[in-house]
Nanobody, 126 residues
Framework: VQLQASGGGLVQAGGSLRISCAAS????????MGWFRQAPGKEREAVAV????????YYADSVKGRFTISRDNAQNTVYLQMNSLKSEDTAVYYCAATTGYNSATYYVRETQYAYWGQGTQVTVSS
């Protein structure tokens, strides 16, 4: 399994950014996909998780109403649309994949994920 994250960069507060994660060597539509982030000096945390079919995603309280996770099973890609970005969103964002129950809200711990991408830096300037 390979996961390749892309799309990070520098954006001003209030702006938007979309990051992507392309998966290969995987039966993509049988994996739940998650986006995690890690800011300097902080633990990695789940930001958003999406199940096989893209229904009932999970969002961390800190990003609800601002971030949207989606997936394109034909393209083996998961996206994270980030709007109204804040300085506290600055972090390295990682995509991750796991198999299991088709419930996004269940898979919010990093230890539940077997496969990880390399991370993409998102920096929000205030």
């Amino acid at each position: 399994v390979q996961l390749q994250a892309s799309g990070g960069g520098l954006v001003q507060a209030g702006g938007s950014l979309r990051i992507s994660c392309a998966a290969s060597r995987i039966t993509f539509n049988r994996y739940l996909m998650g986006w995690f982030r890690q800011a300097p000096g902080k633990e990695r945390e789940a930001v958003a998780v999406i199940n096989w079919t893209g229904s009932a995603p999970y969002y961390a309280d800190s990003v609800k109403g601002r971030f949207t996770i989606s997936r394109d099973n034909a393209q083996n890609t998961v996206y994270l649309q980030m709007n109204s970005l804040k300085s506290e969103d600055t972090a390295v964002y990682y995509c991750a994949a796991t198999t299991g129950y088709n419930s996004a809200t269940y898979y919010v711990r990093e230890t539940q994920y077997a496969y990880w991408g390399q991370g993409t830096q998102v920096t929000v300037s205030s």
